[in-house]
């Protein structure tokens, strides 16, 4: 049907720059955050007229998809991330504008459902009921998740800050 | 000196609020999107329809495509985005990283090959079994149809009294906590099923006894790549597949050695263990 792909091509359109923006925050970088969105995308797309009319609200349920896609993909390349972590310190040129701040270097240190649950937390605002809901994990898993990542977000950046200090001292 | 949880609260807010998470969508995305989604659905259909040789040349080039696509958007959103370098993605990027891992496509798995051919009544055109593994499958519509917010007459949130009120009948009450599970019958429902039923937000979850299919035509039988093909956002849980089907609940896949075994729809909001 030629109106359902334009009425999804519209809904594209609409709300791309966020999306793009909400994936940034999910993945950690540019490329990645633009990989997961054409996918989750696409895979709507393709059962459009579906997806609007039984998940009621469309963007919700992207966002929701995303967040589970992206928990779901780095299970399947955690491996390989994990290798290529090692070689963190190597000059290579950083693609990302948050590649200095110590926050955003702290969150990429966090397994993807701990990150997802700061995301879906702060960046989204969403309650922990919310949350359970749109990883479909229990609130309990939320409430454990969310404070070993806000545990080791602290731990990182206190560190951060000393290493900082250091520095600035000598 | 240990930061505070409310200074990290406010600083994990501030991040995500900072206008350079802001990636500009490269401009070709609204088409390149659109193709994607209608090459996904023509392979879709076009293995459904059984059209042979076309369906797997579609399947192919379909892949190759998108995974020229997906560099295209990558390379469009970091040239976009850097500020003054149009260099390098980091090195796990160019490592040759699957692009869409989420589509079953031919590096996935082994249950590919043990996918169990439910009886094929099929008056169609011969399909070639190894060609596309993905979904070659014919859509399962055997058993009682799960509805994405409840089985026949029950629907996800109706408290006991609604049940009834159905023509339902509620036997061998098992109580746990603030939720019941009881059987469900009668003319209400397309077949007996288990429920759950919570004091405070009613009905939230339904197991047909018998394996249902959605209208996806995922039943008993289907493999786990045809129901992960089938629904954009499944995700795999122990023993299964869950499938956010609205944005207040899912399906649940259960897999055993010849796919699906079991389908529940659950509310995502429970009071109860479920």
């Given at each position: 049907?030629?109106?359902?792909?334009?009425?999804?091509?519209?809904?594209?359109?609409?709300?791309?720059?966020?999306?793009?923006?909400?994936?940034?925050?999910?993945?950690?970088?540019?490329?990645?955050?633009?990989?997961?969105?054409?996918?989750?995308?696409?895979?709507?797309?393709?059962?459009?007229?579906?997806?609007?009319?039984?998940?009621?609200?469309?963007?919700?349920?992207?966002?929701?998809?995303?967040?589970?896609a992206h928990v779901s993909r780095w299970r399947r390349t955690?491996?390989?991330?994990?290798?290529?972590?090692?070689?963190?310190?190597?000059?290579?040129?950083?693609?990302?504008?948050?590649?200095?701040?110590?926050?955003?270097?702290?969150?990429?240190?966090?397994?993807?459902?701990?990150?997802?649950?700061?995301v879906l937390r702060y960046y989204e605002g969403l309650s922990?009921?919310?949350?359970?809901?749109?990883?479909?994990?229990?609130?309990?898993?939320?409430?454990?998740?969310?404070?070993?990542?806000?545990?080791?977000?602290?731990?990182?950046?206190?560190?951060?800050?000393?290493?900082?200090?250091?520095?600035?001292?000598? | 000196?240990?930061?505070?949880?409310?200074?990290?609260?406010?600083?994990?807010?501030?991040?995500?609020?900072?206008?350079?998470?802001?990636?500009?969508?490269?401009?070709?995305?609204?088409?390149?999107?659109?193709?994607?989604?209608?090459?996904?659905?023509?392979?879709?259909?076009?293995?459904?329809?059984?059209?042979?040789?076309?369906?797997?040349?579609?399947?192919?080039?379909?892949?190759?495509?998108?995974?020229?696509?997906?560099?295209?958007?990558?390379?469009?959103?970091?040239?976009?985005?850097?500020?003054?370098?149009?260099?390098?993605?980091?090195?796990?990027?160019?490592?040759?990283?699957?692009?869409?891992?989420?589509?079953?496509?031919?590096?996935?798995?082994?249950?590919?090959?043990?996918?169990?051919?439910?009886?094929?009544?099929?008056?169609?055109?011969?399909?070639?079994?190894?060609?596309?593994?993905?979904?070659?499958?014919?859509?399962?519509?055997?058993?009682?149809?799960?509805?994405?917010?409840?089985?026949?007459?029950?629907?996800?949130?109706?408290?006991?009294?609604?049940?009834?009120?159905?023509?339902?009948?509620?036997?061998?009450?098992?109580?746990?906590?603030?939720?019941?599970?009881?059987?469900?019958?009668?003319?209400?429902?397309?077949?007996?099923?288990?429920?759950?039923?919570?004091?405070?937000?009613?009905?939230?979850?339904?197991?047909?006894?018998?394996?249902?299919?959605?209208?996806?035509?995922?039943?008993?039988?289907?493999?786990?790549?045809?129901?992960?093909?089938?629904?954009?956002?499944?995700?795999?849980?122990?023993?299964?597949?869950?499938?956010?089907?609205?944005?207040?609940?899912?399906?649940?896949?259960?897999?055993?050695?010849?796919?699906?075994?079991?389908?529940?729809?659950?509310?995502?909001?429970?009071?109860?263990?479920?």
């Amino acid at each position: 049907m030629p109106g359902e792909f334009t009425d999804f091509g519209d809904f594209v359109q609409a709300t791309l720059p966020g999306l793009l923006r909400y994936g940034h925050a999910l993945t950690g970088n540019p490329h990645d955050a633009a990989d997961l969105v054409q996918t989750v995308l696409e895979k709507m797309g393709s059962r459009w007229t579906y997806v609007r009319e039984k998940t009621g609200d469309p963007l919700a349920y992207v966002r929701r998809s995303m967040a589970n896609a992206h928990v779901s993909r780095w299970r399947r390349t955690r491996r390989e991330n994990l290798v290529a972590d090692l070689p963190d310190t190597g000059p290579h040129v950083p693609d990302d504008p948050f590649e200095h701040e110590p926050l955003w270097r702290a969150l990429r240190t966090l397994p993807p459902r701990q990150r997802a649950v700061m995301v879906l937390r702060y960046y989204e605002g969403l309650s922990e009921a919310e949350i359970a809901g749109a990883l479909g994990v229990t609130q309990g898993t939320v409430k454990s998740q969310a404070s070993k990542a806000i545990a080791s977000l602290r731990m990182k950046l206190t560190a951060a800050d000393i290493q900082g200090e250091g520095s600035d001292a000598g | 000196m240990n930061i505070s949880e409310d200074e990290l609260e406010q600083r994990l807010r501030a991040l995500f609020a900072d206008e350079r998470l802001d990636l500009p969508p490269p401009p070709d995305a609204r088409t390149a999107i659109v193709a994607g989604a209608r090459r996904r659905r023509r392979r879709r259909q076009g293995v459904l329809a059984a059209a042979g040789v076309a369906a797997a040349v579609v399947a192919v080039s379909g892949g190759l495509t998108m995974v020229r696509l997906h560099a295209e958007d990558g390379t469009a959103v970091m040239s976009a985005d850097g500020p003054s370098l149009s260099v390098k993605p980091p090195e796990n990027l160019t490592a040759g990283r699957q692009p869409d891992p989420s589509v079953p496509g031919p590096t996935s798995t082994q249950d590919i090959h043990v996918s169990a051919p439910p009886a094929s009544p099929t008056s169609k055109a011969s399909r070639p079994p190894s060609a596309h593994p993905s979904s070659k499958l014919p859509p399962v519509l055997s058993g009682p149809l799960l509805d994405p917010d409840g089985f026949g007459t029950l629907k996800l949130g109706m408290s006991e009294t609604q049940i009834a009120a159905q023509g339902i009948t509620l036997s061998d009450a098992q109580a746990g906590g603030s939720c019941t599970v009881y059987t469900a019958q009668g003319g209400g429902v397309p077949a007996a099923a288990t429920v759950v039923v919570s004091k405070a937000l009613g009905l939230t979850v339904v197991t047909p006894t018998q394996a249902a299919h959605t209208a996806e035509g995922i039943g008993a039988g289907s493999t786990k790549e045809q129901v992960l093909a089938a629904y954009p956002g499944a995700k795999e849980e122990s023993g299964g597949v869950v499938v956010p089907v609205t944005t207040g609940a899912d399906y649940h896949f259960r897999l055993g050695d010849a796919g699906v075994v079991q389908t529940s729809l659950a509310s995502v909001n429970q009071d109860c263990a479920g």
